[in-house]
């Protein structure tokens, strides 16, 4: 039984372009368009899963693909730093800042830790392995980089190391068994 997952970062929000922490933002008008561009070059799918947040909804309608929102694929949830700069709250809870980098099961900002992210975008990996077929996944930077070092064996702390952009694929592939990471950093419609 083969499984190959594609996650797409959606595309770029005012927040993303600004440094700033994510909330469910709509997508910045490039974007859209970027994501329009892309749609012809995607392949076949047997199943496209987007996470709730409108950019991942709309960069999936942008792309032309009939998705089904799956709880799994969501951002993380950043609590109070939503919308805010990373310097912001540098400066107004260093503290929890340098908890937050630190320890994958820090929740300083009231929202969720990067170790329950991994644990979730982990068991929908998991699942995901006992299907044959390729599923697109609409998503966001943390969970992709979350899979990655899932898929790798890697410290959750590696996931501060990894660059993604928007509109960038990453492709895992799985025999049922285990998963391989395949490809990484494909930007989509760059130009």
């Keep these: 039984m083969l499984a190959r997952l594609t996650m797409i ?6 927040a993303t372009r600004k440094g700033r922490f994510p909330h469910d933002e709509a997508l910045e008008p490039r974007a859209l368009d ?40 969501a951002e993380q949830d950043f609590g109070r730093w939503a919308s805010k700069g990373f310097e912001e709250v540098q400066a107004e809870d260093p503290e929890g800042m340098a908890a937050w980098l630190s320890d994958p099961d820090a929740a300083p900002h009231g929202g ?13 990996m998991e699942r995901l392995a006992g299907e044959s077929g390729h ?4 998503t966001h930077a943390v969970p992709v980089r979350a899979a990655m070092v899932h898929v790798l064996g890697a410290p959750l ?15 895992f592939r799985s025999d049922g068994r285990r998963w391989v990471l395949h490809a990484s950093g494909m930007v989509v419609g760059a130009k």
């Design 135 to 138: 599923t697109v996944a609409l």
């Design 34 to 73: 970027r994501a329009g561009s892309l749609a012809a070059s995607l392949r076949r799918a047997d199943r496209v899963w987007t996470s709730p947040a409108l950019a991942a909804r709309q960069t999936s309608d942008a792309l032309g693909l009939e998705a089904t929102v799956e709880p799994l694929l």
């Design 112 to 124: 969720e830790s990067l170790a329950a992210v991994a644990h979730r975008v982990a068991a929908l």
């Design 9 to 14: 970062a959606s595309g770029a929000t005012q």
């Design 157 to 171: 702390s590696s996931v501060w190391k990894i660059d993604i952009e928007p509109l960038s694929l990453t492709e």
